[in-house]
């Protein structure tokens, strides 16, 4: 019985030839692509639960229906001319987006145990565009509820702008801030690993950072200590942006905005630096 035998090929086999990587343009194109999948691939988990944002934004609303109604009445912060009311708004649509970012790091873990980071991990794609996407999805996130804030401050008599282009500066604001505060919990998700370590150290710093801003009352107001903490403190310069976009107070706004732009980059740094630390 004659055994069949498979012929050798004539020809070498012809493999596709391999793609150049994008240079320049087409570079930045490609790396904001892959930015905006990652923001959307987050972003559709709130069709899961999209609770979440009216249950998050009962704290802040809280802050305004409570502390800040009862303040008005003392009148025992000093703010000009302008309502106390008026005063803390943007202090508490700062605080709404501290709130939503300061505990993300944990989402990072959950990606770690069940296996999607490491997934992540093993792509082409540079660790600051997963880490950047995944902040413009908390800042897009944080608008969300920040609008919850908005209506809230409204039929509370608030005196808010509605001049479109101070608000579309008021969303970049709320964008940038909460970046930075999603990235220092992703970096402190880097440094702790752990999922409870994280909420204990999330929960310890963020009335810290609150109170040591300007959200509430004025830096003059301070202690001489306070005040160099809340000139270093990113909050404050969000809160003091949107204070001058949304009512129109006197504001430093390149400076704040020029702080928020660089907190926000050093921030999304520190957190790629520190991502392969969760799956070794």
């Known amino acids: 019985m ?3 035998h498979a012929e050798p090929l004539s020809v070498p086999a012809e493999f596709p030839p391999l793609r150049p990587a994008p240079r320049g343009v087409g570079r930045a194109v490609a790396l904001g692509s892959r930015m905006g999948t990652f923001a959307l691939v987050e972003l559709q988990k709130l069709r899961h639960d999209r609770t979440e944002l009216f249950t998050r934004a009962v704290q802040p609303a809280l802050w305004m229906l409570i502390f800040g109604t009862t303040f008005s009445r003392l009148h025992s912060i000093p703010t000009g001319k302008l309502p106390y009311l008026d005063f803390l708004a943007p202090g508490v649509i700062a605080q709404s987006a501290l709130f939503i970012a300061i505990l993300y790091g944990i989402q990072l873990i959950w990606d770690r145990d069940a296996g999607i980071l490491n997934k992540l991990l093993v792509t082409p794609t540079p660790r600051a565009a997963l ?15 920040v609008l919850i804030i908005v209506v809230l401050s409204l039929v509370m008599g608030v005196h808010l702008t509605m001049n479109p282009l101070k608000l579309l ?3 970049v604001a709320v964008i940038l801030g909460a970046s930075f505060f999603a990235c220092l919990s992703m970096s402190i998700a880097g440094l702790v690993t752990k999922r409870d370590r994280l909420m204990g150290i999330g929960q310890a710093i963020t009335m810290p950072l609150f109170f040591a801003s300007n959200a509430l009352y004025p830096i003059d ?11 270093v403190n990113p909050l404050s310069y969000e809160v003091d942006a949107l204070r001058g ?14 702080v928020l ?5 050093l921030g999304i740094a520190c957190a790629s630096a520190l991502l392969g630390r969760l799956v070794r």
């Open 221 to 231: 107001l301070m202690p001489g200590w306070l005040r160099v903490i809340s000139h």
């Open 245 to 258: 976009l949304l009512i129109g107070t006197a504001t430093h706004l390149w400076l704040d905005m020029g």
């Open 131 to 145: 880490i950047a996407g995944k902040c413009f999805a908390v800042g897009v996130r944080s608008v969300a509820q």
């Open 169 to 171: 500066g008021a969303v």
């Open 2 to 4: 004659s055994e069949a």
């Open 261 to 265: 732009v660089l907190a926000a980059v």
